[in-house]
């Protein structure tokens, strides 16, 4: 079977856009990801209630870039906070303040650690619903009634049907030989 | 991070974080539960609290219009004492927000984990403490319309704020905190948001929480990065909070003022904000477990560790008590040594020793270990400490400006009704947006209790070898 999505009938509008395999305990949720990862796939996730640590490694998935990138954002709020206080303060007004220099560094040291900290915080907001692609308010998982406790109390594995080792029947027996407690296909 | 916690509190005969035989089921529906109640069976306590907070909030609002109507001659204020109830009240407020902040980034990263059932509500609090205090500096100048102008905005004036201005940089730092406080809430509330969206019956609730849940699905790939952005905050909240409180002191400590002109200000200001917002937590939290069924998440080993940093907080405010009278007696400076002389004998005499035994001697009850897990004695000890707080503040801020050089233009401040009816009417706004986020928001952060259950943890993998913890074995000795 191909990777495109496939019609599960030819009169249902719905696609086949995956398998969802449910676990109810943490070490059989490792335990499969570690078998569908040596199996090669690549669109698939684990769905938790909470972080479950070794997961990653479980995975193979790699150590995520979010830091760089609010890292960037900190950075750009130290900038802008150096430059709107010298700009606002020393040379579009200056002011003159008991004699002291037009522009005196330590004065602005506050502003410039709380303006590192607000751009720091937005960047770490947008940067992780950007990363995480949220909001996603529409995905093949929503469609099973049996995903509404993937945030409760149980664990899930999802292979979606775009992955290009995805084929019905090997997908299937591959996730039915890691002990889940129950298989579903997914619908779009 | 590790499953060894568990193990650490049996080898130490600790109390497990979550007690009874719970499973991750269990502890969803104890959370959601009181949140997913029907609207018409909502408890009647419930309606009264609100009720009366509603009220106060109102009294508020017709104190900050009259206030608007008549400008700011309607307080107690004269001239020497040109700060009074609104900056009193402002720092006291920003304090109580302190301990939210300090449980949810500071205990994160020390990685204390008891925190975890209380940082949610103690978050919460800090939002709303942080709302509270903004209202006063915003209408205590003489025209609020114009309070935009502390932004650094272009308008056809041309001008800049003065960045050299303490007060600026109290606009900065209140306004950061507030914004990052909301996202660090916000957050982490996002995988909670969903499980109350993955429980609704409702299509409207259903909609409602699956706006705000963002479409979370508790993905892997999703939680990496969540765990990464949660640390970051944390990690930057931590100075964040202590920014804070130090910049709220140098609008005093940058002054030449007797009294407040020192430099142990920054410190004693933060430990001040500290003590008095785990005070509060402890003051709100004893009541909620008891009304909502979360005994078994927040535990009496939370709640005395509370106890116990509200020892140690309130001793290093005695301290600074103490350091203050040493440091203007070994300055030689007359004035500064008057100013504190003042404050203990002074016209204002009450107030400091109201302060003095609400801050310093009642705490000294938390080094027996039955106060510490009394309630009745927890609950009168923090609304103390709350009292004593506040008057820290006005100690500080009207001794000081009544006499300070010249005996000449020493003055007297008192408040008037609408000084005391405003104070009382900021608690309403609080108490209003605490009692709402209790009945429709998870007021423990379910899926970081769920992250301490041993059930969490995966066995024989990795380096996170347990001996094969069961959920529900949780008794110690076990």
Known sequence: ?188 | MSGTTQERDLKLGRTPLVMGANDFTSVTDKVCDPVELDVRKTPMAWYIGFGVSLMLLGLLGAMIGWLFWKGVGVWGLNNPVGWAFDITNFVFWVGIGHAGTLISAILFLFRQRWRTSINRAAEAMTIFAVLCAATFPGIHVGRPWLIWWVFPLPYSQNMWPNFRSPLLWDVFAVSTYFLTSAIFWYLGMVPDLATLRDRAVGKVRQMIFGIVALGWRGSHRQWQRYEVAYLILAAIATPLVLSVHSVVSFDFATSQLPGWHTTIFPPYFVAGAIFSGFAMVLFLLVPCREWFGLKEMITMRHLENMCRIMLATGMMVGYAYGMEFFTAWYSGNKYESFAFINRALGPYWWAYWIMVSCNVIVPQIFWFKWARTNLPVMMVVTFLINVGMWFERFVIIVTSLARDFLPSSWGMFWPTHIDLLTLLGSFGLFFTLFLLFLRFLPMVAISEVKGVMPAAHPHGHGNHGGKGHEAGSFAPGH
């Open chain 1, 1 to 188: 079977m191909s990777s495109v999505r496939q019609p599960i009938t030819d009169s249902d509008p719905r696609v086949m856009a995956g398998f969802l395999a449910e676990y109810t305990t943490v070490d059989d949720l490792v335990r499969a990801a570690e078998r569908v990862r040596d199996a090669g796939y690549q669109n698939w996730d684990c769905h938790s209630p909470f972080p479950v640590h070794g997961l990653d490694r479980a995975m193979g998935i790699k150590y995520t870039k979010l830091p760089i990138f609010i890292l960037c954002c900190g950075l750009t709020g130290l900038a802008t906070a150096v430059v709107l206080q010298w700009w606002m303060n020393a040379v579009d007004y200056p002011y003159l303040i008991s004699g002291k220099p037009i522009y005196s560094f330590p004065a602005n040291v506050p502003i410039i650690f709380e303006l590192t900290v607000l751009f720091t915080a937005f960047g770490t907001l947008f940067g992780l619903l950007g990363f995480n692609k949220l909001p996603q308010w529409r995905h093949a998982t929503f469609s099973s009634e049996r995903f509404r406790r993937a945030t409760q109390d149980r664990f899930f594995i999802s292979v979606e049907s775009n992955d290009p080792k995805f084929d019905r029947e090997k997908t299937r027996t591959l996730l039915a030989g890691t002990n889940p407690s129950a298989i579903e296909e997914l619908e779009d």
